[in-house]
């Protein structure tokens, strides 16, 4: 089960960020990967990111938010987080978190977070 | 980029059959996933793997893929089952890759 927290207003220029708390499973876990994904009107399901432990970390992010988005693990609280900078009215959407397994095979989402409405507005 | 279009609704019968179509380039050589979404909710799957259902998905859920085209069929459907459907690949190019999505009306 995930469990996300965080902020739903950010303001234009600020950095969003959310927390995923990962319940039932274990966040340095060899076989899983920790994806954030955002759903908006215009840009449909959107795959964010990803780490995944496999004797080190590892990061993987989508071309479309590079160099604005990190994800960090925290293995001490089990927890995933986002943090998205320099946000604009175009990052407004529902954010995800999912587990997928081990990419490219095991390479679809399940279980998601319940989802957190982000909404960028002065 | 990668592409996958599915059409913007589907509407069904109760007690009939759903199918909905995801559209990609050579998509029979890639593995298709299916998500069901309702209203307020998040994405579940119900197929992965082209035809795989994970455990507690009914057995009227069922994927096939092949050439350009993965089709997720919904046998005997219920209203229960009226939502929204997406598809999803992994493409070495562009990562995950979803579809554009499906209504599914059961009326």
């Known amino acids: 089960q995930l469990r996300q927290s965080g902020p739903g207003l950010v303001k234009p220029s600020e950095t969003l960020s959310l927390t995923c708390a990962i319940l039932?499973?274990?966040?340095?876990?060899?076989?899983?990967?920790w994806n954030w994904i955002r759903q908006s009107p215009s840009r449909g399901l959107e795959w964010l990111g990803r780490?995944?432990?496999?004797?080190?970390?590892?990061?993987d992010y989508s071309s479309s938010v590079k160099g604005r988005i990190s994800i960090k693990p925290d293995p001490s609280k089990n927890h995933v987080y986002l943090h998205l900078q320099s946000v604009t009215p175009v990052d407004t959407a529902v954010y995800f978190c999912?587990?997928?397994?081990?990419?490219?095979?095991?390479?679809?989402?399940?279980?998601w977070g319940q989802g957190t409405q982000v909404i960028v507005s002065s | 980029s990668y592409v996958l279009t599915q059409p913007l609704s589907v509407s069904v019968a109760p007690g009939k059959t759903a199918t909905i179509t995801c559209g990609g380039n050579?998509?029979?050589?890639?593995?298709v996933n299916w998500y069901q979404q309702k209203p307020g909710q998040a994405p579940v799957l119900v197929i992965h793997?082209?035809?795989d259902r994970p455990s507690g998905i009914p057995e009227r859920f069922s994927g096939s893929n092949s050439g350009n085209t993965a089709t997720l069929t919904i046998s005997r459907a219920e209203a229960g089952d009226e939502a929204e459907y997406y598809c999803?690949?992994?493409?070495?190019?562009?990562?995950?890759?979803f579809g554009t999505g499906t209504k599914v009306t059961v009326l």
């Open positions: 999803q690949v992994w493409d070495s190019n562009n990562d995950h890759v």
């Open positions: 039932g499973d274990g966040v340095s876990s060899n076989s899983a990967t």
């Open positions: 793997f082209d035809g």
């Open positions: 050579n998509i029979g050589r890639k593995s």
């Open positions: 999912a587990k997928s397994g081990v990419v490219p095979m095991e390479n679809w989402f399940d279980p």
């Open positions: 780490t995944y432990y496999r004797s080190t970390w590892h990061y």
